[in-house]
């Protein structure tokens, strides 16, 4: 089996990785080397392009940021799944709208190309340990085909039926979880704004039913004002604004999602955008309010 991976950054860079430790035959393409080489240490090759690795590969996992750049390279300017064998699968594990990987999975199959859609539940650091979440949609005897290989990279892989649900539960969890973020830096700039001190502070609210992942991951991030990211502002806009247009789809009224968006947005005004998303906390800071 001939396996390729389209955009080895932080999140398919780990994947790929993992791939090739299981034995795989890999080869990748990402725009930037230095993405490639990371995975060229542990092993696999290089395509010169993503039209070379589609007509060799014989699954063909795609990272992508945005589901523009995943239709220009299956469907549009590329238009890569006419060079795909037939009988080939693509496996995607962006973060895309249903609406987006309904017209992958028809595109696809009308060149006789399987597709998955497989959004991940969690971080970098899950996707190079293997245990990232898998979250599957598509036709029920293609995952179980694939499972196997989905299984080498996960300890944790859920059907969820089609393409639409796999990839609307990925936005409802982005949505809640970014929504949460907010909540939990505004209330904890209202905790040290009471005099409590910020590692208490959040030593306590995890004893409480203020508990969260998002305190667990992001909490120590913001006490110690590291934000590296881990999960861009950028990007968090960008996924909550595909929750708001799916819900708007939907004609389902999504008030606190619509303000996540427009409070990420903000954040992008200030320069925050390539910081961790917890850096809306600094939109909470008493200067920052009083100057919106």
Same mark, same amino acid.
């Given at each position: 089996?001939?396996?390729? $991976? ?28 230095? !993405?490639?080489?990371? /995975? ?6 290089? !395509? ?6 589609? *007509? ?36 995607? /594990? ?20 399987? $597709?998955? !859609? ?7 650091? @899950? *996707?190079?340990?293997?245990? @990232?979440?898998?979250?599957? =949609? ?26 639409? @649900? ?28 009471? =005099? ?81 998303? *917890? ?8 200067? !920052?309010?009083?100057? @919106?």
């Amino acid at each position: 089996m001939k396996v390729g $991976f389209i955009g080895v950054g932080r999140m398919g860079g780990g994947l790929a990785r993992n791939l090739v430790r299981h034995g795989y035959d890999v080869t990748v393409f990402d725009l930037s080397e230095e !993405a490639v080489s990371r /995975v060229l240490e542990i092993g696999g090759t290089a !395509a010169a392009s993503p039209s070379e690795l589609a *007509a060799s590969a014989d699954v063909l996992f795609t990272s992508l940021p945005l589901p523009k750049h995943l239709t220009d390279l299956l469907v549009h300017e590329e238009n890569i799944l006419g060079l795909m064998k037939s009988g080939s699968v693509v496996i995607d /594990v962006s973060t895309i709208d249903p609406s987006t990987a309904r017209m992958l999975s028809d595109a696809s199959a009308r060149h006789g190309v399987a $597709f998955l !859609a497989c959004p991940l539940g969690k971080g970098p650091l @899950q *996707a190079e340990e293997g245990t @990232q979440p898998i979250y599957a =949609g598509g036709r029920r005897e293609v995952y179980e085909t694939y499972l196997d290989l989905l299984n080498d990279i996960s300890t944790s892989v859920h059907y969820l039926g089609d393409v639409e @649900q796999a990839t609307g539960f990925k936005i409802v969890s982005n949505l809640i979880g970014m929504t949460n973020a907010l909540v939990l830096s505004e209330g904890l700039r209202i905790g040290e704004e009471a =005099g409590i001190d910020p590692l208490l502070l959040q030593q306590l609210l995890a004893t409480t039913g203020a508990d969260s992942y998002q305190l667990t991951l992001r909490g120590p991030k913001i006490l110690n004002e590291d934000f590296t990211p881990g999960f861009s502002v950028h990007l968090t806009r960008k996924d909550v604004r595909l929750g708001v247009e799916m819900a708007s789809e939907l004609n389902q009224p999504c008030p606190f999602s619509e303000l996540a968006l427009e409070y990420f947005s903000k954040a992008v005004d200030a320069g925050y955008g390539d910081e961790d998303c *917890a850096a809306v906390y600094k939109l909470f800071k008493p200067t !920052a309010v009083r100057s @919106q």
